[in-house]
């Protein structure tokens, strides 16, 4: 590699680091956590920071924490995010990651929705849509990346 395309990557590795990915979907199980969890390293090798709603403020164990977790959620995450990445498997989609996408839709940023179970077409009923017209769903990890990096 030359000297010319190390510098154009490394400029685009610190444009990147400027730039916040919100991951959002359920957080109920480990696995739903964990699937979380590899999108959020995937975005951390392409050189984003990240906002991961369990990690970075928590899980509400009772009614108490509901304000913390929804004043994070907000000032923490999604107030300077660039992109919202959604993990929609599942029979439905959580109702904290709608609200997040559609705060993001009026916001004007960025959502990329990943459905790794079933086609959209199989989930039409569940997604809706609305949800389905406001960003495109990918159904990879790789088709994620390779979104992701148009974007950016």
Same mark, same amino acid.
């Given at each position: 590699m030359n000297r010319k395309a190390i510098?154009?990557?490394h400029r685009e590795t610190l444009n990147r680091k400027t730039k916040k990915v919100y991951i959002a979907g359920k957080i109920g199980t480990d696995s739903e956590?964990?699937?979380?969890?590899k999108i959020d390293l995937l975005c951390k090798e392409l050189?984003?920071?990240?906002f991961l709603p369990h990690?970075? !403020? /928590?899980i509400a164990q009772s009614i108490e924490d509901v304000k913390k977790i929804f004043e994070g959620d907000i000032n923490n995450g999604l107030k300077n995010t660039d992109l919202i990445i959604a993990i929609l498997d599942g029979l439905y !989609? /959580?109702?904290?990651t709608a609200w997040e996408?559609?705060?993001a839709y009026a916001k004007g940023i960025p959502a990329i929705g990943l459905k790794t179970d079933e086609s959209v077409e199989e989930a039409l009923e569940q997604l809706s849509?609305?949800?389905?017209?406001s960003m495109p769903i990918v159904k990879s990890a790789d088709e994620l990346r390779e979104k992701i990096e148009k974007l950016f």
């Open positions: 510098t154009h990557t956590r964990e699937m979380l969890e050189g984003f920071e990240t990690r970075d !403020v /928590g !989609v /959580g109702a904290g996408l559609g705060y849509s609305i949800l389905i017209g």
